[in-house]
């Protein structure tokens, strides 16, 4: 028998299982121009459908982006020309000279000099009269100012670790820490200081009929002592006359006889009925000035024939600005210790492309209305008394502590009579 006769023949089971062209394996490969392909290709075409759809939005969002920042940016510019319109109002004309025109830059002083005024405030009859003071005038009496730079309170603080000068003024810092206000108020609030000639000549001033207004930063209540009538004073950061309750709920009034001894007994003054934190009536940083500073600036500079500015560098806001609000014809005259910092205008200032700091000229060589006395404010304003023929009465005001400026007829002068023999 011959061996090939074991093998498998042709056609046998294991042949079988290799499957024939077209079998159901090959039959799974879809041929080219299938459902499946079709998908795909349908696939493509929304997803490029949707491309262009995005895009088309696209386009459009920011055509309205741009139509909205256009409208945002005309509504910005007609908020910028009113606010202008508010900050004049409040500032008054922009100080530079670039402001004012040539025909209205009218010199009606003789001479840029204290002469010049004492003989215009003689020669015009002025009696609207306004004076701005700062802490400069009580520093005879005994009170520190702020920005000295050896007695200055703002220079020594450092004890307190303050986060700036400022705080001890801060609402918000005394909210948190009511104690260096005391403490460095203390001497102040215990003790016992007469008014300045600086603030008896302002007396005077308006006993002559000539004081329009006086506007005052101080908060030390001698103006009132000096007998200058609280209708004709503005207490622009208020006064330490007035104590009341922290708590809005309660809000009791205290004495400054009370403070006074709660100070002195190295107390924080507390209400007695809640026992919250007293604090004083006056403007701290944060607050609002009060609603007659803007009344009466409002409707009495615009009336002002001269401007006396009294003991301040012209370094707060708004105070300082008044200088501003006076007509470009109304001179002014500054009787202070230092030549004030140069201006610059605050944030909304800034903002608005408006200076609202002071812009006092006496030492520009366009200068036609401003008139500067660096020294003692007491020394000024005797200085000009004596020039307005007033030396007497005000010295008779000061030795009588503020209860007469009568003098002996023999030496009376009126002041609103002009000196024989002087134009």
């Known amino acids: 028998m011959e061996k090939g006769g074991h093998g498998k023949p042709s056609g046998s089971s294991k042949d079988q299982d290799v499957k024939p062209a077209g079998s159901s394996k090959d039959q799974d490969v879809k041929p080219a121009g299938s459902s499946q392909d079709q998908d795909v290709s349908s696939d493509k075409a929304q997803k490029k459908e949707l491309d262009m759809d995005m895009i088309s939005a696209a386009l459009n969002a920011s055509a309205d982006l741009d139509r909205q920042w256009q409208e945002m940016q005309d509504k910005m510019n007609r908020i910028t020309l009113g606010m202008a319109k508010v900050v004049k109002n409040m500032y008054g004309q922009p100080g530079g000279m670039d402001s004012i025109s040539e025909e209205d830059r009218v010199q009606v002083l003789e001479d840029l000099t204290l002469q010049g005024i004492a003989k215009y405030i003689i020669d ?35 004890k307190y670790n303050l986060p700036s000068p400022t705080s001890i003024f801060s609402i918000d810092y005394f909210k948190e820490n009511p104690e260096p206000f005391y403490k460095v108020r203390a001497t102040k609030l215990l003790g016992e200081y007469k008014p300045t000639p600086a603030h008896y000549f302002i007396r005077l001033l308006h006993e002559e009929g000539r004081l329009l207004r006086h506007f005052t930063q101080n908060i030390d209540t001698l103006d009132k002592l000096a007998g200058i009538p609280e209708d004709k004073t503005v207490l622009a950061h208020g006064s330490l006359e007035h104590w009341f309750c922290m708590n809005i709920d309660c809000e009791a009034k205290y004495t400054m006889k009370w403070i006074k001894r709660e100070v002195a007994a190295d107390k924080i003054p507390k209400c007695t009925k809640c026992q919250a934190v007293i604090r004083p009536g006056i403007v701290m940083f944060g607050e609002n000035l009060p609603r007659r500073f803007g009344e009466r600036a409002g409707e009495d500079l615009p009336k002002c024939d001269l401007l006396i500015i009294l003991g301040t560098s012209l370094a707060v806001q708004p105070f300082a600005s008044l200088v501003n609000r006076v007509p470009v014809t109304t001179p002014r005259l500054l009787i202070n210790r230092d030549k004030p910092a140069e201006a610059e205008a605050d944030a909304l200032g800034m903002f608005l492309g408006i200076p609202t700091g002071s812009t006092l000229r006496y030492d520009e060589d366009d200068n036609y209305r401003d008139v500067a006395y660096f020294g003692k404010c007491d020394d000024g304003c005797m200085d000009l008394a004596q020039m307005l023929n007033l030396k007497e009465r005000l010295e008779m005001l000061i030795k009588s502590g503020g209860k007469t400026s009568k003098v002996p007829k023999t030496c009376e002068v009126s002041a609103k009579r002009k000196p024989q023999g002087k134009k």
């Open 124 to 158: 015009n009859n002025c009696t609207n009269i306004i004076t701005m003071a700062g802490a400069g005038i009580s520093t005879s009496a005994g009170i520190p100012d702020f920005r000295s730079k050896d007695t200055g309170l703002y220079n020594n603080l450092d």
